[in-house]
């Protein structure tokens, strides 16, 4: 007698030294001892035969996916970004039967995707492993056996992180996005002349602080707590994020928390930039402390991507940075904070990262800083016994 995790109980016997488990679970313990005493008379009475091996089930991804999908708890952003790719990269895969697809088979699908959006591939390949690792798995709530003997979704970290170049790309001197080159200050100089005045704050505040999009164009008056000094002038300002805009769809615009503690947090704007910012928001900004800091032109709502990019291209191909995406202005401002000295727990705090990994992306840009270290480590050297190279 087993006692599963949903709280069902599996009936277990052997015959002759064999183990023979029931084709179901039951709800009390009082039923499963009932249920082998059967089987013990067939046993008795020479009637009793081995209970033929429940089919498996034949489901196709289609089916599986869906079904999937309706057993988690995913933000709208999410769940339009699932379906997005199941219709998508994933959608080649919807008539086999889970139990058709192979390794061998999902390698093929892999490399059929090309290299021209990584990132995409990739995300659509660790959906495509969590949905068939489930399937993996026996059922927690009614103890069905896992539809799949193992996860066929096993590529190797040699096949993930392979990169082709093609004859006509190499041909061009193109070469692969290996990681993104950070924007210069002479760059982001560039880029905040090349941009209408009142997205100017917007680029300096991606790049310095850091903030994500979303976080960014929502914003309000209140988020922003700048402290003015004795004589009049911005002494320190402060962002104070705790909310996020997402877009589902392109015409809905979803408000809500972060998705862990570590996305609340205060963010300390370097000095520099507040008086630019105080004058944005006299121009700029919605009226009142709910006003957004950055607004839409044409709604006055929050801003969407699309309408970011249509000024911003430009101001990026002025700065000869045509590979610079919005969300490298982030890894800029991460990059710039650790070459300041900045500790693995303060980049935490500063991009609102819960997981250490994330933020030690951005921390190997700090290995700039070793040529000034080793500078320094001379200095030390020369003021000691007259100079002398030690």
Not at 55 to 74: H, I, K, Q
Not at 178 to 196: C, F, G, H, K, W
Not at 248 to 269: L, Q, W, Y
Request: proline share 7%.
């Amino acid at each position: 007698m087993q006692r599963q995790r949903s709280g069902h109980y599996q009936a277990v016997y052997k015959v002759k030294g064999k183990r023979y488990i029931a084709p179901v679970t039951f709800f009390t313990k009082g039923d499963a001892n009932a249920w082998l005493s059967l089987r013990q008379a067939e046993i008795l009475e020479h009637r009793w035969k081995p209970a033929p091996p429940p089919e498996p089930e034949n489901v196709t991804f289609a089916d599986y996916s869906s079904r999937w999908l309706v057993g988690r708890e995913l933000s709208p952003k999410s769940l339009a970004e699932y379906h997005k790719m199941l219709n998508g990269r994933l959608a080649v895969l919807n008539t086999f039967t889970l139990d058709q697809i192979t390794p061998s088979l999902i390698k093929a699908w892999w490399e059929d995707q090309g290299d021209k959006y990584p990132y995409a591939r990739r995300r659509c390949y660790e959906l495509l492993r969590a949905i068939l690792a489930t399937a993996s798995r026996p059922d927690e709530d009614t103890d069905a056996p896992a539809l799949l003997a193992a996860n066929p979704a096993r590529l190797s970290s040699k096949t993930l992180n392979r990169r082709r170049i093609s004859i006509d790309s190499t041909s061009r001197g193109a070469q692969p996005r290996t990681r993104v080159q950070p924007a210069t200050l002479q760059e982001l100089a560039a880029i905040m002349d090349a941009m209408p005045e009142r997205y100017r704050a917007m680029v300096l505040l991606a790049a310095w602080c850091a903030p994500r999009f979303g976080e960014l164009t929502e914003l309000r008056r209140r988020d922003l707590i700048i402290t003015i000094g004795a004589d009049g002038l911005p002494s320190s300002g402060m962002l104070h994020i705790v909310r996020a805009v997402t877009w589902p769809d392109p015409d809905t615009a979803i408000v809500k928390e972060p998705k862990t503690a570590a996305g609340v947090r205060d963010v300390a704007i370097p000095p520099h930039l507040l008086p630019m910012l105080l004058d944005h928001v006299d121009k700029w900004a919605a009226p009142g402390p709910n006003g957004l800091v950055f607004p839409s032109v044409e709604s006055g709502g929050h801003m969407k991507h699309g309408a970011l990019y249509k000024v911003y291209r430009r101001g990026r191909k002025v700065a000869g940075r045509e590979d610079l995406r919005w969300h490298d202005l982030r890894h800029t401002g991460a990059t710039m904070a650790a070459q300041a000295g900045a500790t693995l727990a303060e980049l935490m705090n500063r991009l609102g990262h819960s997981n250490v990994n994330a933020a030690l992306i951005y921390q190997h840009a700090a290995a700039g800083r070793d040529a000034e270290i080793a500078r320094r480590l001379s200095v030390m050297a020369a003021g000691v016994e007259g100079g002398r190279t030690l």
